[in-house]
């Protein structure tokens, strides 16, 4: 297991409605409850189904760090370093009234300040957007095999089933008991994107 830090604390948060699943209330919830209270710890540990995307994009969002993954057990292990909601928010780098700002011997300088950083901002969320649509592109880039199994080439992983179990092949290591298919193809892309992200190989990390 990951060496955890000193002064941790544990979280879990369940949305019981199905209608309120997937609309961003989770780690809005997340983030509101550290802004709200001043928890006694410095970082916040939370651990999900490696298939479990949803919990695992809104924590990510709340700003928790993939740490650990066990796919063996399903697990992914994430921390959250709790400082960043005690530091004092920066001024916005971008006006909301930027196209009107007045254009004047004095405010030259910080209009075009402030417009290099309004499309330093929009270069970012470009970028974030594109590296999604990457991410989306290789989740889905699932091909059926004669025997009817599923691969992945860039995940270097196949998705089989066997008696009314899903389960996955990769690098000579084989993980069962999946419920679904779609559970097995997401559990074998957290193993790759946690590879990526962490910079280790299979077998390590609590594979």
């Keep these: 297991m990951y060496r955890l830090p000193k002064n941790l604390g544990a979280l879990d948060i369940f949305i019981g409605e199905k209608e309120y699943l997937k609309n961003n209330i989770g780690s809005q919830s997340i983030k509101q409850?550290?802004?709200?209270?001043?928890?006694?710890?410095?970082?916040?540990?939370?651990?999900?189904?490696?298939?479990?995307?949803?919990?695992?994009?809104?924590?990510?969002?709340?700003?928790?760090?993939?740490?650990?993954?066990?796919?063996?057990?399903?697990?992914?292990?994430?921390?959250?370093?709790?400082?960043?909601?005690?530091?004092?928010?920066?001024?916005?780098?971008?006006?909301?009234?930027?196209?009107?700002?007045?254009?004047?011997?004095?405010?030259?300088?910080?209009?075009?300040?402030?417009?290099?950083?309004?499309?330093l901002y929009i270069w970012r969320r470009f970028k974030k957007s594109i590296h999604r649509i990457n991410l989306w592109m290789i989740n889905n880039n699932?091909?059926?095999?004669?025997?009817?199994?599923?691969?992945?080439?860039?995940?270097?992983?196949?998705?089989?089933?066997?008696?009314?179990?899903?389960?996955?092949?990769?690098?000579?290591?084989?993980?069962?008991g999946f419920q679904s298919k779609n559970e097995a193809m997401n559990a074998a892309f957290e193993m790759w994107r946690f590879e990526k992200e962490n910079n280790s190989l299979p077998g390590k990390n609590g594979f």
């Design 33 to 119: 409850f550290f802004k709200d209270y001043n928890v006694p710890y410095s970082y916040i540990f939370v651990d999900t189904n490696i298939a479990n995307i949803s919990a695992i994009r809104s924590y990510e969002k709340a700003g928790f760090k993939k740490v650990n993954l066990q796919a063996k057990k399903r697990e992914v292990g994430m921390l959250l370093d709790i400082s960043q909601y005690h530091l004092k928010p920066l001024p916005s780098a971008i006006d909301k009234d930027i196209l009107n700002y007045p254009l004047t011997a004095t405010s030259n300088s910080n209009f075009l300040l402030k417009i290099i950083s309004f499309w």
């Design 142 to 176: 699932w091909h059926r095999s004669r025997n009817n199994n599923l691969y992945n080439p860039t995940l270097a992983a196949t998705v089989y089933k066997w008696g009314t179990m899903w389960n996955i092949a990769r690098y000579s290591m084989h993980y069962e």
